[in-house]
């Protein structure tokens, strides 16, 4: 199983980036898929879900409005579009996948917010 976060970098406040997730050993449609997200100091934080049939995704009250969550099946992957970033969206962003009892995590990738 491995799940592989591309797509963090710098980028000036007001900007955009597209994280992906990667995965492979499993599939995407079998697992409720999340991005989390750790900033410098602090604990990590659920950002946004969407459920393993893709309903209805949730996303932190921080995020909503300005994130995306979404995922193809066919390319085992979920993606997370993000705009409207701020400083305070700096952390690093990590994937997971979670089905029952079984949680599976990604190595994180870093977004930095500043000008």
């Known amino acids: 199983v491995q799940l592989v976060e591309s797509g963090g970098g710098l980028v000036q406040p007001g900007g955009s980036l597209k994280l992906s997730c990667a995965v492979s050993?499993?599939?995407?449609?079998?697992?409720?898929m999340s991005w989390y997200r750790q900033a410098p100091g602090k604990g990590r934080e659920l950002v946004a879900t969407?459920?393993?049939?893709?309903?209805?995704?949730n996303y932190a009250d921080s995020v909503k409005g300005r994130f995306t969550i979404s995922k193809d099946n066919a390319k085992s992957t979920v993606y997370l579009q993000m705009s409207g970033l701020t400083p305070e969206d700096t952390a690093v962003y990590y994937c997971?996948?979670?089905?029952?009892?079984?949680?599976?995590w990604g190595q994180g990738t870093r977004v930095t917010v500043s000008s």
């Open positions: 997971n996948a979670r089905r029952r009892a079984i949680a599976y």
């Open positions: 969407i459920t393993n049939t893709g309903g209805n995704p």
């Open positions: 050993g499993f599939a995407v449609s079998s697992y409720d």
